[in-house]
Every structure is written in structure tokens, then in C-alpha cells.
């Protein structure tokens, strides 16, 4: 049985602490799936599912459309930054600590609703799932794509990943790459008769820091992308010359490019390199085109005001996109604080994207 059991129909500030202060770095969810499982229970008007870490919900009324509202449930490793405190009052408080943007802030805001909205007037999958911050293999929303289609069928989705309660349409394709370099080792004292494959990096690190990344308009919105080399590694000894040197790079590229063209648009870039595709997923356009986005995006702005902008990072709105299901991304907490020692989140973000989601629901 859960060690925490969380109420989800109390105060807003103290399930997004709970949520947050229980400790779910990616691969250790099980202790907050069951907290959710077991919450979720409670509530007759929810079918409750669960499949390993990742727990679906949702309600049965007969409406004709059905959407999804999903959120990940796992965090980036902890930085001596829980549990959780509340800093401010009033308008001016914050939720301090891991999680609390990216995105236990969604995930209470959906789990509150879910709990709250027996007859919505769209019948609702409330999806809670695992291993969002690793490797795109081992992602709890692409595994239940891939064995369990009929939980996620729906006509619209909604990911609360953190957008500071503004509305981001569609997302940008990732792609890791590594450039291996060789060299021959050699005793330091003795470097000629060698050949240095740390230094042979520099050339791959000139072209990538003289490169001017694109600005992509794609469905009216543009998208920045970016190209950097973001890890290096080589070398044995101090006194060895290194005979290998591996440089990772991260590509975002515009959803209007293909993982293939992406990889042939870095080959370009670093000919006559040893370039290895190492993890890629496609973006996902912004779909706000769709007859069921327009709604929800006239439902949302209502109350909180403001445009659709660009989701710059990669989120799982891809994955609806990839099974024909227009997804934006909609969630309390500035992105530009998520993974960050001081993440903190607005308390009164929280409350507005809970009324907005709430409003849509119940329109």
C-alpha cells in the first residue's frame, strides 16, 4: 500500500507539495504511481488502469468526443532542492523544489480535476505515466502507445507540461548524435609519435560554434532551433595522448523537418566526420488548425489571455501526433526553471491553470 496517500480534493498548494515531495527520479515512479493509483480509486465515476508505472483513468458518459489530459510523472535527479516550501504570500507566493514546474504542478492540477468533474463534456483519459526524462525508448506514454492503443484513442490531447499557463502549440524534433574521433596513443613526453583525438575535436567544436541556427515558421509559428555540442569525452591518463574522443551533440529541429532530414542536415555540417545517430524523435506541428484545438484554445484563453506560442523543447505531444491525435502542451511553471536547483512554480499559475483546464471541461 502507498506510504502517502494524497487528497485530491483538498488544497491545490498541498497536493502539488505532496506530489512533489515524494521522490520519483525517472526509474524509481513506483511509490507515487501507487499514491495516484490508489487516489484515483476512490472516485466511482473513473475506470482506473494501470500499466507497470503508468496509471490511466477515465470517465465513460457516452459523449461523442473524448480527450486526453496527460502529464509524466517522474522528475531529473533531486539537487538538494526537497522537500518542498512555499516562499511568498498571496499573489506573490511560489512552490519551491524538484518537480514543482516540470511538472508535479500539471499533475495535481489533473489528478484535482479528475477527481472533481464526473460528467465533463468531453469524456476524459487522465494519464499519468513514467521514465518522461530518459531515453525515448523506455517512455511510459510510448509504451502504452505501443501496448495498450485503445487507452489512449481520443479525438484532441492536452500535455501539462510546463508553459507558464500559456497555450504552446506542437514541439521541436531532438536528435543525440556522437562524432568519434580517433587517434594513436602515445606516452605524453613522447606526443609525435602519436596523434591527439582530443585535439582533433576542435574542428568539429569550430563548425558547430560558427553555425547559425534557423528560425522555422511552421502553421504561423515560429520555431528557433538549435545546434550544440553539449558533452566530450576522452582520454585514459595524464600522461597518455588520447587515442579517442567522442563529442555528443543535441540537434532541436523545426517540426516541419523529418528525423531524416535532420540527420542529412548535421552529415552536411560535419562532412568527413564519423557522425553516429544515437536517440531521435520527431516534432510534432502545431495543429491548432484542428476544429477540437480551436475550441480548446478559445475555451483556455479566455481566461488566461494571451496568444499560441511555440513549444521550443520536445515534449510527448509528438507521440499524439505520430497516432493521429492533435495535441498542444498547456501547464503551469516557466520551462525556462525546469531541471534548474532553484525550480520553483506560481502558485497562482497553478490556480489559473486549473480554472482554465476546469472551464474547457465543464463549457
Known sequence: ????????????????????????????????????????????????LRDGDAVVARTSTGRPTRVVVAGHLDTVPIAD??????????????????????????????????????????????????????AADLNGLGRLSREHPDWLAADFAVLCEPTAGGLEGGCNGTMRLEVRLEGV???????WVGRNAVHAAGEVLRRLEEYEPRSVEVDGLVYRESLNAVLISGGTAANVIPDACVVTINYRFAPSTSVEQAEAHVRE??????????????????????PAARDFAAAVLAVTGGVPAPKYGWTDVARFSAMGIPAVNFGPGDPLLAHKADERCPVSQIAVSHLALRAWLTA
Open 269 to 290: 555540417l560535419l562532412d568527413g566526420y564519423d557522425v553516429v545517430v544515437v536517440d531521435a524523435a520527431p516534432g510534432a506541428r502545431p495543429g491548432l488548425d484542428d
Open 81 to 134: 532542492n526537497l522537500p518542498t516550501h512555499v516562499v511568498g504570500e498571496g499573489v506573490h507566493a511560489e512552490i519551491w523544489g524538484r518537480g514543482t514546474v516540470d511538472m508535479k504542478a500539471g499533475v495535481a492540477v489533473q489528478l484535482a480535476l479528475a477527481a472533481e468533474l464526473a460528467t465533463p463534456t468531453h469524456d476524459v483519459t487522465w494519464v499519468f505515466y513514467d521514465h518522461e526524462e530518459v
Open 1 to 48: 500500500m502507498p506510504t502517502v496517500r494524497l487528497d485530491l480534493d483538498g488544497d491545490l498548494v498541498d497536493l502539488t507539495r505532496a506530489l512533489c515531495d515524494l521522490p520519483s527520479v525517472s526509474g524509481d515512479e513506483r511509490a507515487i504511481a501507487d499514491a495516484v493509483e490508489e487516489a484515483l480509486r476512490a472516485y466511482p465515476h473513473l475506470e482506473v
Open 185 to 191: 596513443a602515445a606516452h605524453s613526453a613522447r606526443a
